[in-house]
């Protein structure tokens, strides 16, 4: 199985909805966080990662996990996972920057 995570395919140039569809057989982890073609992180639906396409596609019949990855600020530990720069300079992340990305990724679910 796989973990599919719209940002990571944003950020590497690729086609979000063309990578769900030849994926989704094997998705059993979906890694909420949503991207623009600049690379910049940003709140689920607030980017290029087609994140409410996914997961209503994937409501009717998903099993598997869901995380809120939200990264729209910089926390101890994110240089071991972020080799550049660009992360690594984002403002400190902080609860209000959580909330955001939960209320961001909450909104979709409500429509879906």
Request: with cysteine.
């Amino acid at each position: 199985k796989a973990v599919f995570d719209p940002a990571n395919l944003v950020q590497c140039g690729e086609d979000t909805k063309k990578a769900y569809e030849t994926l989704k057989p094997y998705i059993a982890y979906m890694h909420i966080k949503d991207a623009k073609e600049d690379g910049t992180v940003v709140p689920a639906g607030m980017g290029d990662g087609n994140i409410e396409y996914i997961l209503k596609d994937l409501s009717s019949d998903y099993v598997g996990f869901l995380s809120l990855e939200p990264h729209l600020g910089n926390f101890k530990g994110l240089e071991n996972l972020e080799t550049d720069d660009t992360m690594t300079k984002l403002e400190k992340s902080t609860a209000d920057k959580f909330e955001l990305a939960y209320n961001s990724l909450k909104s979709i679910i409500e429509r879906i």
